[in-house]
């Protein structure tokens, strides 16, 4: 690859990494799952970068690629047995300390929203995205953007609200 080809993918990987975790994010709802999935779909848009013919739809492409490997991820993960993977005699990792139940609760609600709900929402509230570059991003219109957040803020204030009458 030539050197201005590799400074520019360099750039759009840079400029789409956080926008990957978030699709990834919302795919699995794990912070060390997503570091990995965002590590693989980087590998993976370096590697194929060379088909890519529009730079400039990079972003599309690569959230094409990080649903891909969400989706190869989570297969795997249905068909891994219990406890594959773990070594005899080995020593288990410190458990990571109990997020505080209000925060739970919310990533819970979150998880349980429909996949173009949460994209959404976690451009827009974790990654701080603008309407526009999640349009960019998700290949929506800006309006489109506008209603999935509206839609998907609502269901979760519905199960918010359910889940704290299920607690009393």
């Known amino acids: 690859m030539d050197p201005g080809r590799r400074r520019l993918l ?14 990834c994010w919302a795919r699995t709802g794990s912070v060390v799952d ?33 649903e891909n490997v969400c989706r190869e991820w989570g297969r795997a993960r249905r068909k891994q047995p219990p406890g594959l993977g773990e070594e005899a005699g080995a020593v288990a990792a410190p458990a990571a300390p109990e997020p505080a139940e209000g925060a739970e609760r919310i990533r819970g609600a979150l998880m349980e929203l429909p996949e173009i709900y949460r994209d ?18 998700l290949g ?10 509206t839609k998907g803020r609502a269901m979760l204030r519905e199960r918010l609200k359910g889940a704290a009458h299920d607690v009393r």
Request: charged share 25%; proline share 1%; hydrophobic share 50%.
């Open 120 to 137: 959404a929402i976690a451009l827009f509230h974790f990654e701080k995205k603008t309407y526009t570059e999640i349009a960019a991003t």
């Open 34 to 66: 997503t570091d990995d999935l965002v590590q693989e779909t980087m590998m993976r848009a370096c590697r194929d970068f060379g088909a890519l013919r529009e730079p400039a739809k990079f972003g599309a492409w690569v959230r094409g690629i990080a």
């Open 140 to 149: 929506l219109s800006a309006a489109a953007v506008n209603a999935r957040l």
């Open 10 to 23: 360099e750039e759009l990987v840079r400029r789409h990494a956080r926008a990957v975790g978030a699709v």
